[in-house]
Every structure is written in C-alpha cells, then in structure tokens.
C-alpha cells in the first residue's frame, strides 16, 4: 500500500485540485513545476542552509524524565518549540517562499489560525524580500494578539476575516479570494497539508525534515532503529505528516494523531473532522470535513487557534480510513491540563495545539520498553492569556 500522493494528487480517494478556472493556470504552475524545485540541489542547499543557520534545525530530541516516569514508558519530546518563530511552520514557509520566488512571483499572501504560520511566512517574505499579507480570522486576532503584533513588526499587512466564525476556516476564504483577484503575480502559502494539489504533498515534503532527523535522533538515544510510537496533534495536519512521514512504511511504528475535540465529540462544540466529518470538497481538495444535514461547512471549535479547523489534509483523512493512523479525540480541558503539567515539571512552556498530543498520552496504554517520540509542534508564549485565565476559572 503506498501512502504517497499519485499521479493524479489523490491519497486514495481523497486530494486532487479543485479550483476556480481563474486558478488553475497558477495550481498547474505550480504541479508542473514544485518536484523539479525541490528535487534541485542548488534549492535544497539553499533551504538547507537557511533551515541550519536561521531556523535552527536539527532541533533537539528531548528526553522528559518526567513524562517517562508517569506514563511507564521512554518519552522524547521533539522539540520543534525551538525553531525560529517558535513553531515549526518556519520549515514550511521558507520552503514555499523559496518555491515562489523560483517561479517569479512577487507577492505573498497567508492565512492564519494561531497566528504562528503567519508569523513564519512574515518571517520567510522579511528574510527574502517579498511583500507578503496574512489573512486571520476576527476572533484569533484577539485571542492571539501577540502574533498580530509580530507579524506587523515583521511588516506584513494582516487582514481580519470578519465572515463566519471569523476563525481559520473565513482566513482561508479570504487568503483564496485574494489569491483568485491577484493570480498573476501572486503565490499563495498554505499553512498546512490541505488545499489542491500539489500543496498537501508539497508541504508534507518541506515538514518530513521532522521525521528525518528522527531517523538518526532516536537509533543515537535509544539504540532502536525507530520508535515504538510517534504523537502529533493534528488540525489540517502539518506537524503530524512531517513527523509521521518517514515511518509511514514501516508498520512497526505505531502513528498517532490527537485530534480537538472541543467541548466533547457529541456536544457540537469540536473540531476532530477526522472522527465526525464527512467526505466533501472544502478549500481546494477531496477530505473529510465537518458538515450540516444539508453539506454545508458546519463551524468548528477548539480552544486552540491552530486547530480551530472544520477539515483535515487528505493525506491525513486516507492514513484514519486505512487505519494506517489511529487518531484520538482530546478536549479543551485536557489539553489545558496536559500544557499546565509541562510546564510545572519540566519548565517547557507548550503551544495548545501540541498541548493536544500530550494529553493523548492519557489514552494509551505503553509498555516499559516503547519509545514514544512526541511532535512539541510549538511553543505557549502566544497561548499564555487563555492558560492563565484557565487556572483562574479552576481556583
């Protein structure tokens, strides 16, 4: 069974292009043209040096002696927390900002949910020189005015979605609006595995840097070849395709993907479009997503930004329907929980997202042996409000 996007840009029954005739000069561009780009050796020194000397990479495997000691097992946190920008997004953006200016584009455009592949586009398009505006959802601006703030100082224009829910889902509307009004000169830099093809195997491409270090990482500090488990939290699914990517075909590695459940799976308040949602076009491609009686786009909800998304890449719905990733609903509270915990007893401060793949650790059931390697997607700096008030409403 392959896991890799064919001929077509399918996983299986999921992916393809589905654009606006507008679009489609620049999508098959961009088909037609990203392998080549990437597969260049003067392109992947590059984005190898860039990656090294401002990202930051290799990013540390770190070894939570406490996180071991409580679930019964050997935990490494992949400390993608360290890269520059405070996520891994930067390894994405600086990838498809180097693609774009290979192709002659002259401007960037971006959405956002938590503010962090905002930020990290703002960083790339600062570093090589290109305009660049980022789409954001109302409701995140205020509840990650941080990165709003950054991404100014970085000078990118950021423009509120104030439809919908004014979350990620309107930011992607508007990013694609922009980008179908501005097609000739513009590149757009989708933040996760999502949209036509050949984004989605575009950016599991640029993020399989995670997986790849692991190769040497985990035989250097365990003496196993691979890890027993590898956890990621998922949204549209970036963090987890780049940390699941070099192990997709190897079956000894267990996959596992931490989905926002919200407020519950059945209270109407979630965002695990994996587990409730339904097969439908959304944004560009063939997935699952969450969906109204009728098929309309029905809301989502997370108390973390970067997961406030009603779809999922893909890749990432063909891997849960193969049963090649076990995917795990975890709520507000518990990832709010788990980020706290981290905190207290190893002084790493995690994004809410990743907060999300610490917390499924609750749910699995490790033997004294198991490696278990956890994608630290990003840093809480940006989520520091909504852990505090959190705390409050407890005591």
Known sequence: MSYQVDENGFYGPYGGAYVPEVLYPNVEELRLNYQVILDDQDFQKELSRLLSLYAGRATPLYP???????????????????????????????????????????????????????????MACALLKLPCVVYMGEVDMVRQAPNVERMKLLGAEVIPAKSGSKTLKDATNEAFRD?????????????SVVGPHPYPDMVAKLQSVISKELLDQVPSLTGKNFPDYVIACVGGGSNAAGSFYHFLDHPEVKLIAAEAAGKGLDSGFSAAANLLGKEGILHGSKTKFMQTPEGQVLEAHSVSAGLDYPGIGPLHAYLHDCERVKFLPVTDEEALDAGIMLSKNEGIIPAIESAHALAALEQIHFKLTDVVVICLSGRGDKDLETYINYTAAKN
């Open 179 to 191: 980008w179908i009004n501005n097609p000739d000169d513009t590149f757009y830099v989708i933040g």
């Open 64 to 122: 939570s002696g406490f996180l071991s000691e409580k679930y019964g097992a050997n935990i490494f946190l992949k400390r993608e927390d360290l890269c520059h920008s405070g996520s891994h997004k930067i390894n994405n953006t600086l990838g498809q900002v180097l693609v774009a200016k290979r192709l002659g584009k002259r401007r960037i455009v971006a959405e956002t949910g938590a503010g962090s592949h905002g930020v990290a586009t703002a």
